[in-house]
């Protein structure tokens, strides 16, 4: 299990939010941590504890007044560590390659390829060419419903018709590298792991996948391994002590790589 760090960026600003809480309207989230250090502290930090594969998120909208500085705090982290992190948030074919060529080594993408609530495969193509396959991950969050676990899309408000289970993971494999999976429902509440959406996901295995949300001791992480049978990466944010929370840097890079 390779262990992912993160930055997700907010109002310009690096942050641990609670992932439920995001409202375009007014910028609102609900904050666990706000950092004083820049997003390049942190692409800085990440390249010498020697990690890669970690994403930018970029938590403010288009037609936010804060998406500029949101960006260019991005733009700072990539060039900080070119190669080493990934970057999502209004990822389209027009802006893909951009972030590409400032040093992302994978391009995150949920949003665009939806639209009333289903899943675009000419727009998926459409990505998928713009920037290729190699480079692309698909942010898969999903939110618990009585019928299972099912994708929501723009800053995790809208809920759509596309049920994460083995078929779409099969029908989505052939135009990505990786998976980002965000348990929305304990995102950024350090009440502990999605159970049933980790063992779903440890049992499809076909791409890398990175599972994120709700962890907060080191007897979830040993869950997460368990259940995710090898197969799942994971971040971990607000319950981290570089923010703010209570679980050791050291103590769990060291635990993720020993597995």
């Known amino acids: 299990m390779e262990f992912r760090p993160c930055i997700d960026i907010h109002n310009g600003k690096v942050k641990q939010i609670v ?12 904050e666990n941590f706000v950092s004083c250090q820049d997003a390049s502290f942190f692409a800085e930090f990440y390249q ?13 909208g288009q037609d936010s007044e804060y998406y500029e500085a949101t ?6 982290a990539l060039k900080t560590y070119p190669q080493g992190l990934q970057v999502g948030g209004g990822i389209t074919p027009d802006n893909g390659a951009e972030y590409l060529e400032a040093g992302a080594s994978h391009v995150i993408v949920t949003s665009y390829v939806f639209q009333n609530g289903r899943i675009h495969y000419d727009k998926l193509r459409k990505m998928t060419e ?11 969050s999903c939110k618990k419903t009585e019928r299972g676990y099912f994708v929501v899309t723009d800053r995790w408000q809208k809920l759509t018709e596309e049920k994460v289970e083995e078929g779409l993971l099969n029908r989505l494999a052939d135009y990505c590298d990786e998976f980002l999976i965000h348990a929305v429902d304990v995102e950024g509440k350090s009440q502990g792991i999605e159970r049933e959406l980790a063992s779903m996901l440890g049992q499809w295995g076909r791409k890398p996948m990175t599972y994120a949300g709700g962890v907060h001791s080191y007897e979830d992480l040993r869950q997460l391994r368990e259940l995710g049978r090898d197969q799942l990466n994971v971040t971990i944010g607000s319950a981290l002590d570089l923010f703010g929370g209570t ?9 993720c790589s020993s597995w």
């Open 71 to 76: 960006r260019q705090q991005a733009f700072m």
């Open 130 to 140: 713009a920037v290729g396959k190699e480079h692309l991950v698909l942010d898969v």
């Open 247 to 255: 679980l050791e840097w050291d103590k769990v890079l060291k635990l």
């Open 19 to 30: 992932g439920g809480s995001l409202r375009d309207e007014g910028n609102q989230a609900e």
């Open 48 to 60: 010498k504890s020697g990690l890669k594969g970690g994403h930018i998120i970029l938590l403010n």
